[in-house]
């Protein structure tokens, strides 16, 4: 469960901050040009990407207890276990959830963060041809 859902937060996170580089290239080398550093070009979208990718962990420990009881509570609750260490073992399993996604979109921008410019500082994400610049495949009419 640990790892399904820290490659899930991987995923959303390089999805998201490759979206929001490939769409504000502009005002990232606006900043490149006047000498900023190239981390603190891309500081907003990290944290962009950062927020996005954490929604699905935040949404389920949102409704965790009141509108679904997760799997370990409900197997120890009908084994007839304490409701206490019920609570517990699931509180600590969602928290390690939660903190494992949270570790991993943390370092994953922080290595993305860093390969998408050159040695040099250059931009290397760029937005790709739209459908209307890409060639289109002539078909002849047998007719």
Same mark, same amino acid.
Request: overall charge neutral.
């Given at each position: ?61 949102? /409704? %965790?207890? $009141? ?6 509570? !409900?197997?120890? *609750?009908?084994?007839?276990?304490? =409701?206490?260490? #019920? ?21 994953? /921008? %922080?290595? $993305? ?6 040695? !040099?500082?250059? *931009?290397?994400?760029?937005?790709? =041809?739209?459908? #209307? ?11």
């Amino acid at each position: 469960m640990l790892i399904a859902n820290a490659m899930n937060t991987n995923s959303l996170v390089m999805n998201r901050f490759r979206s929001e580089v490939e769409s504000h290239a502009g005002l990232i080398e606006t900043g490149l040009a006047l000498g900023a550093d190239s981390k603190q070009t891309v500081v907003p979208y990290v944290q962009a990407s950062l927020q996005a990718s954490l929604i699905p962990a935040i949404d389920s420990l949102r /409704s %965790l207890g $009141i509108v679904w009881i997760p799997g370990l509570m !409900a197997g120890m *609750l009908l084994s007839e276990a304490s =409701p206490i260490y #019920a609570a517990i073992y699931q509180f600590v399993t969602i928290s390690m959830i939660f903190s494992s996604s949270d570790l991993t979109a943390l370092i994953c /921008s %922080l290595m $993305i963060r860093s390969a998408a410019f050159s040695p !040099a500082e250059q *931009l290397t994400l760029r937005p790709g =041809p739209g459908p #209307a610049c890409r060639p289109q495949r002539l078909t002849l009419d047998p007719s």
